[in-house]
């Protein structure tokens, strides 16, 4: 939950109103990420995949770089691994995160999620993302 809270901490406060989980006891210290940050949260039903679609498909997604055999456990930074380990650990997930935010989407009219995120966020601001073509 650390890490969500670090990840989404500087966004504005529109852009982490509200999160949705699914049901994995990795959330179960969901109390914090509200207390913290006043994001609120929310949970997926029980077997009820099409609740969180955007995860399923995003996850389809970073398979091609973590694939299912791979044990993820590895990458995650233990007490006894030096520092250089973990920043390279970090590295990585950012750069998978980075790819995957900068895939142009078909569902997105071939934008990518960065793109829209960022239209989003001007909008709600009052700002145009672009300059108006004259």
Same mark, same amino acid.
């Given at each position: 939950?650390?890490?969500?809270? !670090? &990840?989404?901490?500087?966004? $504005?406060? #529109?852009?982490?109103?509200?999160?949705?989980?699914?049901? @994995?006891? *990795?959330?179960? +210290?969901?109390?914090? #990420?509200? &207390?913290?940050?006043?994001?609120?949260?929310?949970?997926?039903?029980?077997? +009820? $995949?099409? /609740? !969180? @679609?955007?995860? *399923?498909?995003?996850?389809? =997604?970073?398979?091609?770089?973590?694939?299912?055999?791979?044990?993820? %456990?590895?990458? %995650?930074?233990?007490?006894?691994? /030096?520092?250089?380990?973990?920043? &390279?650990?970090?590295?990585?997930?950012?750069?998978?995160?980075?790819? #995957?935010?900068? %895939?142009?989407? !078909?569902?997105? @009219?071939?934008? %990518? $999620?960065?793109?829209?995120?960022? *239209?989003?966020?001007?909008? *709600?601001? @009052?700002?145009?993302?672009? $300059? =108006? +073509?004259?």
């Amino acid at each position: 939950m650390g890490k969500i809270m !670090k &990840a989404v901490r500087d966004l $504005p406060h #529109l852009a982490r109103k509200s999160i949705t989980f699914d049901r @994995g006891t *990795e959330f179960v +210290s969901w109390p914090h #990420l509200q &207390a913290k940050l006043g994001t609120q949260t929310w949970f997926c039903d029980p077997s +009820s $995949p099409w /609740q !969180k @679609g955007t995860v *399923e498909n995003t996850n389809r =997604r970073a398979r091609r770089w973590l694939p299912r055999k791979r044990d993820i %456990t590895a990458l %995650t930074p233990s007490h006894g691994l /030096q520092a250089n380990h973990c920043r &390279a650990v970090d590295h990585d997930l950012k750069m998978i995160s980075d790819r #995957l935010n900068a %895939t142009p989407r !078909k569902c997105l @009219g071939w934008k %990518t $999620p960065a793109e829209v995120f960022r *239209e989003k966020m001007m909008e *709600e601001m @009052g700002r145009r993302p672009y $300059p =108006r +073509s004259q």
